[in-house]
């Protein structure tokens, strides 16, 4: 077994932007062992006044849009700006649907070649709970390292958006021309949580169909609430291909920025976000203590069955559990 | 005091359709004190082979869309119709706005005074996951008393809608014509969430704006995702003085429940909503003993303070105070 760094080395090796190091630092974080646990945490505590100095992009869309071509295509142009670009994954539904999210590297050769880049495929195996809080001590990570560009994927089946949403500055959704059948796999309610639309694979003869979407939907999204933020999403095309609309989505990006900087937003959002990712935390433990709990389990089994039925009143098991719980 | 009421009482009560027995058993399920609270749960333990018969729809809108005069005209045509007719209400906001949501019987006059009509104000001084949960079970024993449709009206902040979206059948939403500045109220997401939109106060010089905002909503609306119960959300326009629209609304509610019942989504909602509705309650009620522990409370809110300013580790903080906790 390889000797463990110490909360010194890793702390050293990440701001000094050590790439080997980074890559550990972050498989430390997505432990499950209990003892690398709380040296992640000490780790990410030493490194948050490191961290916080970039722009986190969260990128979404259904399988086929095209996300893994554009996340390379997008990276490849921020880092020839000069931008560090560092791109992760939030997956809940790999182990379902075998997607391959950010799963073959190799689909991004080109960008993960580049010395300015950093890609870190999805962590596999854990809960979403688990993997989003994960994925947002790998971000601080990466900006304690340098990166100024965080790129989160995700896959458009729901639950995996909205953990996004709660750790992003900025939410992209990617569609492709043709409104209808291919927005199927997109679930309710994710088209209102973008900040940002970009009909992708407008290209060939897509091109003219992807300009009429993004009319017809650019009129749709005014009919619809603003955020408090105030910031009215737009819909862009582009091609990963030809390369057309990525530097107006950074762009839009950059403005976005620039106007929640001038708003307040940004910094309001983020210490909600911060606020949050506590409550989802605390949550997420006192859950999962309960829900692991050997005595509980049986007896949970054993409710759920007459609760799906509607035999038993879900609040009395509730009660029910949770007392016998707290008081071992 | 009153002597309160033993459990064979509510329950002959309840089932006999007994009004005055009816409220003493909603305002039970609705009171905080634990010993309450066992008698409320065995109560509707008691009354669940009775419940279940019932539609029951969501109302939402902004303040000044006419919700409880849509309500009182809808739920008189519904008693018209021979439907015995349960609303209540779920208003998280209570406190804060001061909002008159069914605050004001009077404003329902004429609904109030049927027989075959059951109106329930809002539970006050609660928080959310409590006025759901009490909400839940208040539904139930109206269902147990005959009422075979339920109305559950909220207000358009939020929080409050996903709470309703999840317990009914059908969500409604109630909009006004002139799309803009009115919606602003409406939160992101609540719009993807409704089953059916009915522009309201559709009389007079608002009627020919709200036939082209319902055309250009219908328009707008084939452009998003459909649920996986693959219903297309219709819109309408309606009127409370003129009764116009209404008719077709409860069509639409029926031709809903029809499609659901034949696909065989509305039993697996139900069920989903059951077992939704005990994982909420279990975190809930862990939850609140955490966070009304003492001790905790005095750590939780130093240490937010150092999670806003971004001095801590969210997930350091949540470790270790889930762990103090458990442990005690």
């Known amino acids: 077994m390889r000797k463990r760094k110490s909360l010194t080395e890793f702390k050293k090796g990440v701001l000094a932007g050590d790439r080997v190091v980074l890559s550990q630092a972050i498989t430390l974080v997505e432990s ?3 003892t690398d646990s709380k040296l992640a945490g000490d780790l990410v505590q030493e490194l948050l006044p490191y961290a916080g100095n970039s722009i986190r992009v969260g990128i979404t869309g259904v399988p086929g849009v095209g996300k893994s071509t554009f996340i390379e295509s997008f990276g490849k142009m ?7 670009v560092a791109v992760l994954a939030v997956d809940p539904s790999s182990q379902k649907t075998k997607g391959s999210i950010l799963g073959d590297k190799t689909r991004m050769e080109k960008l993960a070649s580049d ?4 890609i870190r495929p999805s962590p596999s195996g854990s809960t979403l709970g688990g993997v989003s809080s994960k994925t947002r001590e790998a971000m601080l990570i990466c900006e304690a390292a340098g990166f100024d560009v965080i790129l989160v994927e ?10 996004v949403k709660g750790m992003v500055d ?8 043709g409104a209808g059948d291919e927005l199927q796999g997109i679930k309710k309610g994710i088209m209102e949580m973008a900040d940002g639309m970009l009909i992708n694979k407008a290209d060939g003869d897509n091109l003219q169909p992807a300009k009429k979407a993004k009319a017809t939907y650019q009129n749709a999204l005014h009919l ?12 862009l095309i582009g091609s990963s291909i030809s390369g057309m609309g990525l530097p107006e989505c950074w762009q839009m990006i950059e403005d976005f920025q620039s106007k929640m900087l001038g708003n307040g937003f940004w910094e309001k959002n ?33 409710g759920k069955k007459q609760v ?18 707290l008081k071992k």
Chains 1, 2 share one sequence.
């Open 224 to 235: 619809f609430p603003l955020g408090e933020n105030n910031w009215s999403p737009k819909v």
């Open 154 to 163: 995700t896959v458009g089946v729901g639950q995996s958006e909205i953990a």
């Open 270 to 302: 983020r210490a909600e976000q911060r606020l949050k990712w506590l409550d989802d935390s605390i949550q997420a433990l006192l859950g999962r203590a309960f829900y692991m709990h050997p005595a509980i389990q049986k007896k949970l089994n054993e």
């Open 115 to 118: 010395k300015r880049a950093f």
């Open 170 to 177: 900025f939410f992209l959704l990617l569609m492709l021309s």
């Open 308 to 325: 799906l039925e509607g035999d038993l009143n879900p609040m009395n098991l509730a009660r029910e559990l949770t007392s016998h719980f």
């Open 78 to 84: 921020l880092v020839d700006k000069g931008k560090k």
């Open 32 to 34: 499950n062992l209990e």
